[in-house]
């Protein structure tokens, strides 16, 4: 007798809500059990990554400024999500947002003047819906996946920013390096708290996540998307075209992720370099999953997903953990995250039940002809 999922007529709300919590545990757990079996100290590795940043003040800064672009994207994306919209290309809408805002950097580098920074930033937000726009226009008119075509273009973002840093934007004062030329006082983002490293970027990411749930529960675009994503179906008979629903979904998310890039190039970055993809993109996805497609789990699946960029760069020194272990605390988050997801909305049953079929019933119609 073997086992199979049965889906349950109401998923428990207290376990769809303590889903995300059982799964960062079991990574954490798991984690541990499988870095000590590799050879490493893997209980001091949960520690370092996951427990020791909470009690520093100084990598609390670094936490917050890494958990704004992750908050950013992730939003974005989870408008798509909710739509059944699969914008799989953050990491290279980022990354075109951060090179549209350089080139306006670049270009206006001898010049001075306060609305350089916001030109930059209107130019990022741009460039990330720009590149979001492939994948909406072969959805829409070819039918392909924009799951494909999103995540393909990723790497063709990627290729361009190489290009660039060792052509035609080369510094050529920096020392055969492939970078930019630093930005000037004019095209870097100002400290939301002085003498810290919260540059601007990060109140802007909390707000822009409070004004997407504001727009998803009371617009009337926020409702089209929700209903597009429930039943596509309902939506035709509600008026609402389901390709304008994917370019709106693909836009907006290109559009945060693009502003994302560009705070990063004019905040922690301060220049553009080939090191700039950081992989923001994908972990955003998780991100998104994790704070239940919903603005303000976002921004708590934020800090906890941004711990492990900040946890994992003091854990290689410390105790000699390998860069790729942030990787992999990141999948094991996800793969346990849609464990329990599954377990939440499916029961195991033993055995192939099927059910049982009623007995008929006789007919009180009489058989024999009328005499």
């Known amino acids: 007798m073997g086992l199979r999922l049965e889906k349950r007529l109401v998923p428990s709300r207290a376990m769809v809500v303590a889903a995300p919590l059982l799964a960062v545990g079991l990574t954490l757990l798991v984690g541990a059990v499988a870095f000590t079996l590799s050879g490493f100290d893997g209980f001091g590795a949960i520690r370092e990554i996951f427990l020791e940043p909470l009690f520093d003040a100084y990598r609390w800064q670094d936490l917050l400024v890494k958990a704004a672009p992750l908050a950013l994207i992730a939003t974005g994306l989870s408008i798509g999500f909710r739509a059944n919209v699969w914008n799989i290309g953050g990491e290279g809408q980022y990354v075109l947002g951060g090179l549209a805002g350089t080139g306006i950097a670049l270009a206006t580098m001898g010049s001075e003047g306060p609305w350089i920074?916001?030109?930059?930033?209107?130019?990022?937000?741009?460039?990330?819906?720009?590149?979001?726009?492939?994948?909406?226009?072969?959805?829409?008119?070819?039918?392909?996946?924009?799951?494909?075509s999103s995540l393909m273009l990723n790497y063709v973002s990627i290729q361009l920013l190489y290009y660039l840093m060792r052509g035609p934007w080369k510094d050529p004062e920096g020392f055969n390096f492939p970078q930019t030329a630093l930005f000037t006082e004019w095209q870097i983002l100002p400290m939301a708290v002085p003498d810290t490293l919260i540059h601007v970027g990060v109140p802007i990411a909390f707000v822009l996540a409070l004004a997407a749930w504001f727009a998803?529960?009371?617009?009337?675009?926020g409702f089209q998307i929700r209903v597009v994503g429930l039943s596509p179906q309902a939506a035709r008979y509600g008026g609402f075209r389901e390709s304008?629903?994917?370019?709106?979904?693909?836009?907006l998310g290109g559009g945060f992720a693009g502003l994302a890039g560009v705070l990063e190039a004019a905040g922690p970055f301060g220049q553009m370099v080939p090191a700039f993809?950081?992989?923001?993109?994908?972990?955003?996805?998780?991100?998104?999953?994790?704070?239940?497609?919903?603005?303000?789990?976002?921004?708590?699946?934020?800090?906890?997903?941004?711990?492990?960029?900040?946890?994992?760069?003091?854990?290689?020194?410390?105790?000699?953990?390998?860069?790729a272990a942030i990787g992999v605390f990141q999948a094991m988050m996800l793969f346990f995250l849609l464990g329990v997801d599954i377990l939440v909305r499916y029961r195991l049953v033993s055995g192939s039940r099927t059910p049982k079929l009623a007995a008929p019933v006789a007919s009180t119609r009489s058989t024999e002809a009328p005499a």
Do not use: D, N
């Open 244 to 251: 304008r629903t994917v370019w709106l979904a693909l836009l």
């Open 117 to 148: 920074l916001p030109a930059m930033i209107l130019c990022g937000i741009i460039g990330g819906m720009a590149w979001a726009a492939f994948p909406a226009l072969l959805r829409t008119k070819l039918g392909v996946s924009e799951i494909l």
């Open 216 to 221: 998803l529960a009371r617009t009337v675009a």
């Open 277 to 323: 993809p950081t992989g923001y993109g994908y972990t955003a996805i998780i991100v998104a999953f994790l704070g239940r497609l919903h603005p303000v789990g976002i921004l708590l699946a934020s800090l906890v997903l941004a711990l492990t960029y900040v946890g994992g760069e003091s854990a290689q020194t410390s105790i000699g953990l390998p860069a």
